[in-house]
């Protein structure tokens, strides 16, 4: 079946406006991530949804970044004022469920450059 | 914070040498993965090996786990010029949230 998607793939915009980046799922996956890779951090992991519970956002960097999944599939991680060090590649993976034995399936990313 | 860290950070072979990359972490885990990235994008899953695992195969790669030492290897055996490609170990923190942790990565150069 289809992978992961993302959009945009690419996203440039000035420093102070929102992006909203979306991502779907594997059909069939509870478990929805969210992680950030740039070059100065590397790949960390900003959140996670599990079904429709509560997520867990230990990984946000602010609180200008937010995210939500409605009806327990596709997801939209948003940052409002963005900043030029929010410059980095979003990617969204999803697991068949919740659990640390799953593997996680990863899309292909949405490059984001704050000017 | 960078849970794990690979060693090398680049390395560079012949086509059809084998390649091992090596990644120590520092907190117990559930499991650790290896997986893949070509040209900063998408992250492909290798292979994942359990916490009570020491050794395990697919295909051309072989990882091995030592939960006493904290490390983990990757090797890749008759490399190909397709696997060229940025390498990342990553791991689940044993009671920790469920969002992997990754190291900063080996990146392999496969010279035809």
């Known amino acids: 079946g289809a992978g992961v998607s993302q959009s945009p793939s690419n996203k440039v915009t000035e420093k102070g406006k929102d992006v909203e980046l979306r991502c779907d799922p594997i059909?069939?996956?509870?478990?929805l991530y969210w992680y950030r890779q740039s070059l100065g951090q590397g790949l960390e992991f900003l959140i996670y949804f599990q079904g429709n519970s509560a997520p867990d956002k230990s990984g946000l960097p602010s609180d200008r970044f937010s995210a939500e999944r409605t009806g327990g599939s596709v997801s939209t991680l948003t940052i409002q004022r963005t900043q030029q060090e929010d410059s980095a590649v979003y990617l969204c993976a999803s697991s068949h469920n919740r659990g640390s034995q799953e593997t996680q399936y990863f899309g292909p990313g949405t490059r984001l450059l704050v000017l | 914070s960078q849970q794990g860290e690979e060693d090398p950070q680049a390395l560079s072979i012949q086509e059809g040498e084998n390649a091992t990359m090596n990644c120590s972490y520092k907190t117990s885990i559930n499991n650790l993965q290896w997986y893949r990235q070509n040209s900063g994008r998408g992250l492909v899953h290798l292979i994942l090996?359990?916490?009570?695992?020491r050794e395990k195969h697919s295909g051309r790669l072989r990882v091995t786990l030592d939960t006493s030492k904290k490390s983990s290897s990757l090797l890749i055996t008759a490399s190909r010029a397709a696997d060229t490609a940025s390498y990342f170990c990553?791991?689940?923190?044993?009671?920790?949230?469920?969002?992997?942790?990754f190291g900063k990565g080996t990146h392999l150069i496969i010279q035809p």
């Open positions: 059909s069939g996956h509870t478990a």
């Open positions: 090996i359990r916490s009570n695992e």
């Open positions: 990553a791991t689940v923190l044993r009671g920790g949230a469920d969002g992997l942790t």
